[in-house]
């Protein structure tokens, strides 16, 4: 699988749009691009996921640049509640197993 | 609510005991999976079943085994306990082996387990 560049940390204001970058320079054709937060001592919450379209949900939205080397996840109105490590993960589907492997991540600081 | 139930919450044991982690999976889900989350190395796959049969290995220790029941409920056993075992153990379910990319995962809200 692709490895992943985060920045280690980010802040955002409270109500404003926070948007987390995401670098994978060597993703493959077959690799999706899937986004996970864990809020402390949480487990992982799985936030959205795209391979080449960007992708929106009640969560978020997944804008993946036309060569695939990056990606953004947007947070559009940031609560406290969104303070978290997001994760960016590529992962090949198909295949005989599935691993996610988790990098260090973003942590993500929402500011009254 | 990830639908994921991961008991008991803490755990507190002595250098050298066995423990048993338990999960049980979203309802409908046929995989399970197990993680590993101290302080010094993130979040590390140790294993994963599909429909009771090991389906991935990861960086699972031999002192350390799982298996899923008929049910679908999992079991992490672990043993001769060290005081490096202390960490977080995350249990997760998805619906399908992991040949469909529409099969995120869903993690429990994991076991502190304290070895002293």
């Known amino acids: 699988d692709a490895k992943t560049t985060q920045p280690p940390s980010m802040d955002c204001a409270e109500g404003r749009a926070a948007n987390l970058p995401c670098n994978h320079s060597t993703i493959s054709g077959n690799e999706y691009v899937y986004w996970y937060r864990q809020i402390h001592s949480q487990g992982p919450q799985y936030i959205i996921h795209?391979?080449?379209n960007n992708e929106t949900n009640e969560m978020a939205s997944l804008i993946i640049t036309e060569d695939r080397k990056s990606s953004t996840l947007i947070l559009p109105h940031a609560t406290l509640r969104d303070t978290a490590v997001y994760y960016c993960i590529v992962r090949v589907e198909g295949g005989s197993n599935y691993k996610l492997t988790f990098g260090k991540g973003t942590l993500l600081t929402v500011n009254p | 609510d990830s639908g994921v139930t991961q008991t008991p919450k803490h755990l507190i044991t002595a250098t050298g005991q066995r423990v048993t982690l338990r999960c049980s999976p979203r309802s409908g889900d046929l995989s399970v999976y197990w993680y590993q989350q101290s302080l010094d190395q993130g979040l590390q796959f140790l294993i994963q079943?599909?429909?009771?049969?090991?389906?991935a290995k990861g960086n699972i220790l031999e002192r350390f085994s799982a298996q899923q029941f008929p049910d679908l409920h999992s079991e992490l056993n672990l043993s001769s306990l060290e005081l490096g075992d202390s960490a977080l153990y995350f249990c997760a379910s998805s619906v399908g082996p992991g040949d469909s990319y529409n099969s995120p995962l869903h993690f429990g809200n994991g076991t502190r387990l304290t070895v002293t």
């Open positions: 079943y599909y429909n009771g049969e090991e389906r």
């Open positions: 795209g391979l080449k």
